[in-house]
Nanobody, 115 residues
Framework: QVQLVESGGGLVQAGGSLRLSCAAS????????MGWYRQAPGKQRELVAV???????NYAESVKGRFTISRDNAKNTAYLQMNSLKPEDTAVYYC?????????WGQGTQVTVSS
């Protein structure tokens, strides 16, 4: 089992920045993928960014150039630096952890961007 603890959400004005953190604990394999997804009211959950334990990344087109995902493998923690935030980035952001045969979700953290 893997447990995920998220932090860093909040309220920010458009153009501002936030940094999300997701700490994983438990039985963690050496190769895994950590990422962030988001879900706005009335919409489906969508990919924001993912990063493998080897450092390979993938981003949604809508956040490229504004968001940066990184991780500290020694701490089993992933980070999402969000800059130039827009009102359309408002959503609940969920941390995701995937390893062979297993898929885990965090509890979600609210990000609200005011115009």
């Amino acid at each position: 089992q893997v447990q995920l603890v998220e932090s860093g959400g909040g309220l920010v004005q458009a153009g501002g920045s936030l940094r999300l953190s997701c700490a994983a604990s438990g039985s963690i394999s050496s190769f895994n993928v950590m990422g962030w997804y988001r879900q706005a009211p009335g919409k489906q959950r969508e990919l924001v960014a993912v990063i493998t334990s080897r450092g390979n990344t993938n981003y949604a087109e809508s956040v490229k150039g504004r968001f940066t995902i990184s991780r500290d493998n020694a701490k089993n923690t992933a980070y999402l630096q969000m800059n130039s935030l827009k009102p359309e980035d408002t959503a609940v952001y969920y941390c995701n952890f995937v390893e062979i045969g297993q898929n885990y979700w965090g509890q979600g953290t609210q990000v609200t961007v005011s115009s």
